[in-house]
């Protein structure tokens, strides 16, 4: 049986009904996989920069390097909705330059929608995208593409200010017209507090168990990302050391004169 597309509005009315799960992708084959497990949503996140691209942080990573890697994922996907996240600077700039750039993101690279991350001061990009027909994923709390202002990948949110401003964030992101928000890094009691002052579901990543979805950079999960990930992260897979291995065994088979063997001629 054909799944249906998952489509902005009807990850909206998950809200209260069922959990929304998210993945990152940024190729073609782990899209396949994504897309089979059935997730809602498959994020090509700026931490691309990070995860494929080797940068120390999100901010290098390129409008033609995103296009290019959400291209990819599009191709991979049936059923789940590509969201491509805007990088630095494709946004900020003026909102015809947004528009511009998340319109690319549309028509070129076959994304269902973009996101983009900012509180309140960001309402009006939004809406000027939502009106124009793209859906957007809004995203607060820790926003990585700001780390030379905030000084580093921190909780946020603990003082009583910052928890109001952000609660006042997410309800002015849903007036705008954002189908669901991304909440990175904030107490659980915040994220419970976000959770329930908006219509729209959730989506959290070290943001407690009561948002309405969750989201997870792939290379965490499968292992990908070395030794050290953040305290949020939940291991499902040691691919990076299933991969060291194989390719252990290929060196040692090639060294050794096993690999190949009459069987893999012609
Ligand atoms: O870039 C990314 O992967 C993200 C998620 C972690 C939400 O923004």
Redesign the pocket.
């Known amino acids: 049986m054909k799944t249906s597309k998952w489509t902005a509005e009807r990850i909206k009315a998950l809200k209260g009904t069922s959990k929304v799960a998210?993945l990152?992708a940024y190729d073609f084959n782990t899209a396949r996989y994504v897309d089979a497990a059935g997730m809602h949503m498959a994020?090509v996140?700026?931490?691309?920069a990070m995860?494929v691209l080797g940068y120390p942080t999100?901010l290098p990573v390129t409008m033609e390097q995103m296009l290019h890697h959400t291209a990819a994922v599009a191709r991979g996907v049936t059923a789940a909705m590509v969201v491509a996240?805007m990088p630095f600077m494709s946004y900020q700039v003026s909102t015809e330059q947004a528009l511009a750039n998340a319109g690319r993101f549309i028509k070129e690279a076959g994304a269902d929608g973009v996101?983009l991350?900012g509180g309140a001061f960001r309402a009006d990009t939004i809406r000027a995208l939502v009106q124009n027909g793209i859906p957007v994923l809004g995203?607060i709390g820790l926003t990585?593409q700001s780390i030379r202002q905030t000084g580093g990948y921190k909780v946020q949110g603990r003082k009583s200010e910052d928890a109001e401003r952000l609660i006042a964030d997410a309800r002015t992101l849903q007036d705008a017209g954002v189908f669901a928000i991304?909440v990175?890094c904030v107490p659980n009691a915040l994220g419970q507090a976000i959770t329930e002052a908006v219509t729209i579901p959730t989506?959290g990543?070290g943001a407690g168990p009561h948002c309405d979805g969750q989201?997870?950079?792939s290379h965490d999960l499968l292992g990908l990302s070395g030794t050290t990930v953040p305290r949020f992260v939940k291991r499902y897979a040691d691919l990076g050391d299933r991969m060291l291995k194989a390719f252990q065994d290929y060196k040692r088979d090639v060294e050794g004169g096993t690999f190949p063997s009459d069987e893999q001629g012609y």
């Open positions: 998210c990152t994020l996140g700026d931490s691309l995860t999100t996240d996101k991350e995203h990585p991304v990175e989506i990543i989201v997870l950079v």
